[in-house]
């Protein structure tokens, strides 16, 4: 059942998964807090991407690292002179709007790239007004997107905060390579905090001012882009894919790895776009018509890539929208951190004895934005029942179990419920709630996703027997209190 944005919003807050920070005072335009349950199934998603990519290659590694970082870092990488975006001022309020944006919200075209000047032509063409005062747009500028720190007091050290992870494992790489026996190719995966001061935050966390972002950096020789060990496993896995060239029709169209390698995209590429896709598909359970993996052209490249395809999600009330990417960065920032820094960063090919430059792919991905489309997804306002059901997987709810007792005045009826409880949240990510009528908690954990419900009643006293209730078909069984462990096991795997 599809819902609107506001009223996603605001089941969001009132269940304590995502609301704006620092609310008291008004709240921050682009900063979100995630509270008890939203926290839950970020950290689930992260553990599912760090199983899933982590383990690709036996050298792929997670390190972790400063948000701050030093000014010739974005010298180096090129964020300084290039990570901009453009802005279209009123010219006669305070209201601004990212240019692009402006344009492909008024005309439901693709704006992205284009140069300040080409916005300036389309916005006149267009007569887009300001929409607070009716007003035309002064001339497109472009504004960096990065936050500046002066770190420390009296002597002060320009510094910037992050506005990508992939910085943090480029400058460790060095090290990295000599402590990890100096094999290729090298991984180096990281979870953490990026920064930009994005001139129109909205839409909840889709575009955030402070964002997670889980990006692995594979650090490969460039003779071997052509290949990789385990194509053959891949290569008729079909991929959902629109090129470039299928934008007329502006339908997905489905190619197997093999076909992308004939279209002259390199395999060790290709192989790392079918490890995107699955990871959306078979980990995440994203349905196969939601998602698909948009082919940018050179315009819309980021600066830094020479291919790169978006992964894209089908969002209530937002279309496709974009969770992450898959970039060949070249060396484009190894070379600039080696050039700046003095440090060496080439490595020896002990075939041919040479000294090369790795190549970086990067496998970039939004935790906040892949977190908002496995809710958006989840989220079933079902008539039937009067309430939300929040179908997410077992490993990604919040609980997979919760335990009640029938009713809560029963003394010994309390203490077996509080046993299983006990006996189950070692194991399981467990709920226990003794509050109103069995129906009010099984309404309130389908709200929050619990998959499974398990109650206590007086014949459990007998037989020692629970009931167990299905979220999704909400069918019941009744199940010795010895064999549970065992069976909720099973169903975490089904
Ligand atoms: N290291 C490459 C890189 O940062 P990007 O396309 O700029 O590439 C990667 O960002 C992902 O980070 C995006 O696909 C998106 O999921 C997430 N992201 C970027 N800007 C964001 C924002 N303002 N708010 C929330 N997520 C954002």
């Known amino acids: 059942m599809v819902v609107t944005t506001k009223e996603f919003a605001s089941f969001l807050k009132k269940k304590g ?3 704006q920070s620092s609310e008291i005072y008004g709240g921050l335009a682009g900063l979100y807090d995630y509270g008890h349950l939203g926290t839950k199934v970020k950290r689930n998603f992260e553990d599912v991407w760090r199983k899933f990519f982590l383990t690709l290659n036996e050298n792929y590694y997670e390190i972790d690292a400063a948000q701050i970082m030093h000014e010739n870092v974005f010298e180096a990488s090129g964020h300084l002179a290039n990570f901009v975006d453009p802005v279209a001022k009123c010219s006669k309020c305070d209201f601004t709007e990212r240019a692009d944006h402006l344009i492909e919200d008024a005309t439901k075209k693709r704006a992205e790239g284009l140069s300040p000047e080409q916005l300036t032509d389309i916005i006149k063409k267009n007569k ?3 929409p607070q005062c009716k007003s035309t747009f002064q001339p497109v500028t472009i504004i960096n997107m990065m936050f500046p720190v002066h770190a420390g007091v009296g002597t002060t050290h320009r510094a910037f905060l992050r506005p990508e992870t992939a910085q943090s494992p480029y400058v ?7 402590i990890l026996r100096k094999k290729l190719p090298l991984g180096l995966g990281m979870i953490g905090k990026a920064f930009r001061n994005e001139i129109s935050p909205r839409n909840l966390t889709l575009r955030q001012r402070e964002f997670t ?4 950096q594979i650090f490969f020789n460039p003779h071997k882009i052509n290949e990789h060990s385990d194509f053959d496993s891949v290569k008729n896995y079909k991929l959902q894919t629109l090129l470039v060239t299928d934008r007329k029709k502006n339908k997905i169209v489905e190619r197997t790895a093999a076909e992308l390698v004939k279209l002259k995209l390199p395999t060790f590429y290709v192989y790392h776009l079918v490890k995107m896709q699955q990871f959306y598909l078979d980990e995440l359970k994203i349905p196969h018509k939601k998602f698909r993996l948009y082919q940018l052209d050179d315009k819309e490249k980021a600066f830094y890539n020479k291919y790169h395809f978006d992964i894209e999600i089908d969002l209530t009330e937002h279309g ?3 969770m992450g990417g898959l970039h060949y960065r070249t060396d484009h920032d190894l070379s600039g951190h080696q050039k700046v820094s003095k440090e060496k960063m080439e490595v020896l090919d002990e075939e041919s004895g040479k000294k090369f430059i790795p190549h970086v792919l990067e496998l970039s991905l939004g935790v906040d934005r892949s977190v908002y489309a496995l809710l958006d997804v989840a989220y079933t306002d079902d008539k039937k029942r009067g309430n939300v059901v929040l179908q997410l997987q077992s490993k990604l709810t919040p609980f997979f179990c919760a335990v009640f007792p029938l009713v809560k005045n029963k003394e010994n009826v ?9 006996s189950l949240k070692t194991c399981y990510s467990c709920l226990y709630d003794q509050a109103s009528s069995v129906g009010r908690r099984y309404a309130r954990a389908d709200e929050m996703g619990v998959k499974y419900c398990i109650t206590i009643d007086f014949d459990s006293l007998e037989d020692d027997s629970v009931t167990i209730r299905d979220r999704d078909t909400t ?17 975490y795997f089904k």
Do not use: G, M, W
């Open 17 to 19: 998964f995502i609301y």
């Open 128 to 130: 887009l007004t300001c």
């Open 172 to 178: 460790n790489f060095k090290l990295q390579y000599e």
């Open 213 to 216: 972002q889980a990006e692995l």
């Open 320 to 322: 496709f929208t974009e």
């Open 414 to 422: 309390v203490k077996k419920a509080r046993d299983v409880y006990d």
């Open 475 to 491: 069918k019941q069984e009744r199940i010795k209190i010895s064999e549970l462990k065992d069976k909720l096991f099973t169903l």
